[in-house]
């Protein structure tokens, strides 16, 4: 079946530094989203990529899909305290179901 | 803002037992779903439901579980016979639209605990 993996599966940051997400599916995406989930919550929508190559972004978060729409990238700029949790792209289909990536870990020094 | 609530947050429950999750999706939303997450791992899709009926189910949902929209309100996971590796959070979500494209509004979890 699909597979989405994502690297790397855990980064410890300094508060300021930045910090990048990496998503590689098995085969090619109708769509990616991303979700962020707390330490001990839910997951969160972030964004949505539909477009091959298509860049989006939101205040300190960069969101690309690949130009083959198999990968996607999240990066965060100057990391804050608030950003600690885990991010999980998820592939999109036809019948709504996601299929998560196995999600990174972010952790961030003050 | 709307929503997802599930009920309860924490069920404990003795291996062979069954067991019901509830929860109350958005209401104008037209898709619920279903993941469950073991601890530290990903989330994993269990079932999407959509006009009464079962859309889609993942390898996991098998013959022990059963989903439920029971009146207008109420969205439910019963778990027919527990084991030990069905000790997960569970979560409920649900989507507005019927397009595939669509963000998904995740309920807080169950924690079940098998014993």
């Known amino acids: 079946g699909q597979q989405v993996m994502q690297i790397p599966q855990y980064q410890h940051v300094q508060e300021g530094e930045d910090f990048t997400t990496y998503c590689n599916s098995s085969?090619?995406?109708?769509?990616i989203q991303w979700y962020k989930q707390r330490p001990g919550g839910h997951p969160v929508f972030l964004i949505q990529?539909?477009?091959?190559?298509e860049v989006k972004k939101q205040k300190r978060l960069t969101f690309q899909f690949g130009e083959a729409k198999k990968n996607s990238s999240l990066h965060i700029t100057a990391t804050q305290t608030t950003d600690v949790g885990t991010y999980f792209c998820?592939?999109?289909?036809?019948?709504?179901?996601?299929?998560f990536g196995t999600g990174t870990l972010l952790a961030v020094q003050p | 803002e709307p929503e997802v609530t599930q009920t309860p947050s924490h069920q404990v429950t003795q291996m062979g037992q069954e067991v019901i999750l509830r929860c109350v999706p958005i209401?104008?939303?037209?898709?619920f779903y279903w993941y469950r997450q073991i601890l530290g791992q990903k989330v994993e899709f269990l079932v999407s439901?959509?006009?009464?009926?079962?859309?889609?189910k993942s390898e996991i949902f098998d013959d022990q579980f059963s989903v439920e929209r029971p009146d207008g309100s109420n969205f439910t996971l019963k778990i027919r016979s527990t084991k030990l590796e069905d000790s997960a959070m569970y979560f409920c979500?649900?989507?507005?639209?019927?397009?595939?494209?669509?963000?998904?509004?995740f309920g807080p979890g169950t924690r079940l605990t098998v014993t």
């Open positions: 979500a649900s989507s507005e639209r019927t397009g595939f494209i669509d963000e998904q509004y």
């Open positions: 998820a592939a999109g289909g036809a019948t709504n179901k996601l299929i």
């Open positions: 990529l539909v477009k091959s190559g």
């Open positions: 209401s104008n939303h037209l898709y």
């Open positions: 439901f959509y006009n009464n009926e079962i859309s889609e």
């Open positions: 085969t090619t995406l109708s769509n």
